[in-house]
């Protein structure tokens, strides 16, 4: 995963701090957004090549960032998985229909798994 671009989209500073440690460790470039605005802003100037993003967020939530993004030109083709304590049938039906790559219950994941997802994401 050298090189690739990850965007955490996550409030929680503990968490953020965590997944970028790790990913930087595997040799991507890291940027975090502590919310949904942010996040939106940080996307449309980093381009990542995949995007992490929590649920449950301040400004704006991540279900509302899925849509702004999936909306817009330049990033509706961005991978997003969507990233949660929520583990609503409902949600995750919706975002995967509607082009999530993924969507992961944070309290069943450690941040390997994290990385061991975004490698078969890759193909690596």
């Known amino acids: 995963m050298k090189g690739k671009k990850i965007l955490f989209v996550e409030d929680d500073e503990l968490m953020s701090r965590m997944y970028r440690r790790i990913f930087v460790a595997q040799g991507c470039v890291v940027e975090v957004a502590q919310n949904g605005l942010e996040g939106y802003v940080k996307a449309t100037v980093f381009q990542p090549d995949l995007i992490f993003l929590d649920v449950m967020m301040p400004k704006m939530n991540g279900l509302e960032l899925f849509e702004k993004m999936k909306?817009?030109?330049d990033m509706k083709d961005i991978p997003i998985?969507?990233?949660?304590?929520?583990?609503?049938?409902?949600?995750?039906?919706?975002?995967?229909?509607?082009g999530a790559a993924g969507y992961l219950i944070?309290?069943?994941h450690d941040p390997e798994d994290l990385v061991a997802f975004a490698k078969k994401f890759f193909g690596e």
């Open 71 to 73: 909306a817009d030109k």
């Open 81 to 98: 998985i969507m990233l949660t304590n929520l583990a609503s049938q409902t949600a995750t039906e919706s975002t995967l229909l509607k």
């Open 106 to 108: 944070k309290s069943d």
